[in-house]
């Protein structure tokens, strides 16, 4: 992404994002949008319903506990459901078409912010961006 601005209306935060053009991106869709990292603390096998990470990580851009998180180990998407904020994860595994896969101890944690999108506009023509407006999942 190459730019990202948050716009306030009353409580709800809209955020307009501009990426690279990219065919196939619609409203009703999601977003993921890096943010934190940590890593494995030990390995995970198939089906383990619960991950343990390094470092304890603040909910990425929100205060309260109920957001959606997911995460992003190797190619396997995760969402937590249980434990964000402490080192102890319960988690669902394979989320949003992604194949269930081991992961090695010390595996990059990539937390993902989860938006969803409201309208996507091609200001140019499909000759190199595309604009987002979208609103984090809670």
């Known amino acids: 992404m190459e730019r990202f601005v948050a716009m306030q209306s009353g409580?709800?935060?809209?955020?307009?994002m501009t990426?690279?053009?990219?065919n196939g991106i619609f409203a009703d869709m999601r977003a993921l949008v890096p943010g934190g990292c940590t890593t494995l603390d030990g390995a995970v096998s198939l089906g383990d319903p619960t991950i343990t990470v390094d470092s304890a990580l603040p909910l990425p851009g929100r205060?309260?506990?109920?957001?959606t998180v997911r995460v992003l180990i190797g190619s396997e998407l995760y969402e937590v459901t249980d434990g964000y904020g402490t080192t102890t994860w319960n988690v669902n595994?394979?989320?949003?078409?992604?194949?269930?896969?081991t992961a090695l101890d010390e595996a990059t944690v990539q937390v993902m912010r989860v938006f969803d999108i409201e309208s996507a506009f091609d200001?140019?023509?499909?000759?190199?961006?595309l604009e987002l407006t979208c609103k984090e999942r809670s």
């Open 63 to 67: 205060d309260d506990l109920a957001a």
């Open 93 to 101: 595994r394979h989320v949003d078409g992604t194949t269930e896969a």
């Open 19 to 22: 990426l690279r053009f990219q």
């Open 11 to 16: 409580s709800e935060v809209s955020h307009k």
């Open 123 to 129: 200001p140019d023509g499909g000759r190199s961006a």
